[in-house]
């Protein structure tokens, strides 16, 4: 699911910002594009929620390397243009996910943008029917 979700940030960027961004997913070392965003999946969890349904959440990382390094006024003027674009994002198979928990911060001339993408998951099981049940009912004699 993750990698959906990440796919569905991927697209919503490069639709929002008419492709002018290079958009990595995975680690590179060297030889990077600037401009460029970087996703991250921070701390993906599962928990169980009553009978056959569980809390997804997907907490991710949008990192933005700038041209011009340390300009904070870009930096927050492109945390602003996140939280519009990020709000909600379409998933590959065309479900519709709303981005939650949104903050931002600037570390070493990197936005880190946060944004959680939680959905609730239903998991099939098999249930047993209940067999057939006879009884005799008498009225009570008194």
Known sequence: MINEIIKGVSIKLNTAFEGKYKIYQND????FTIP??????????????LKNRYMNRNPLDVHYFSTSGR???EMFTMAGDLMECLEFITLPNGDVLHGTSMSYEVEDGVL???VNYNLTLRR?????????????????KG
């Open 36 to 49: 460029c965003f970087f996703i991250s999946a921070l701390k993906p969890d599962i928990s169980p929620l």
């Open 71 to 73: 300009n904070n006024a």
């Open 112 to 114: 880190h943008f946060f």
């Open 124 to 140: 099939e099981t098999e249930e047993t029917a209940m067999e057939t049940l006879e009884t005799t009912v008498e009225p009570k």
């Open 28 to 31: 590179v070392e060297q030889g």
